[in-house]
């Protein structure tokens, strides 16, 4: 049975140095300094609306650019779809490497500068 996707989701976001998890609105929800740089939405949970999804702090011109290059797969959640955040499906053979970039990319609009650069000195 292939890991949950709250399982990889979460090893994603936690790898991330000093990314934290918290549970907010009845979600787990992924931090760096208490600033969410990610979120879950179960599918059985009125955020996930009957998908499994992580929602993504992003730039308004990434948001577009996925949205026009996969409309199946990506979407502006509700709530922070107008600040620029992404949503990804994690149902149906998610692209894990596309989701670790958009979680790595997610962290870098948050945290600190001096946490990136030990980031980047990974």
Sequence with gaps: MPPRPIARLRA????LPDAHEVE???EPT????????????D???????????????????????L????????????YVG???WVGVHLDA?????AVADLVRDAYRRVAPKRLLATLDDR
């Design 12 to 15: 994603l976001c936690l790898a």
């Design 24 to 26: 907010a609105w009845g």
């Design 30 to 41: 992924f931090r760096v300094r208490n600033r969410i740089f990610a979120m879950y939405a």
């Design 43 to 65: 599918a059985g949970n009125h955020h996930g609306a009957g998908r499994p999804a992580v929602w993504c702090a992003a730039a308004h011109v990434t948001q577009d650019l």
């Design 67 to 78: 949205l026009r290059s996969d409309p199946d797969r990506y979407f502006a959640p509700p």
């Design 82 to 84: 107008p600040k620029g």
């Design 93 to 97: 053979r998610p692209d894990w490497s």
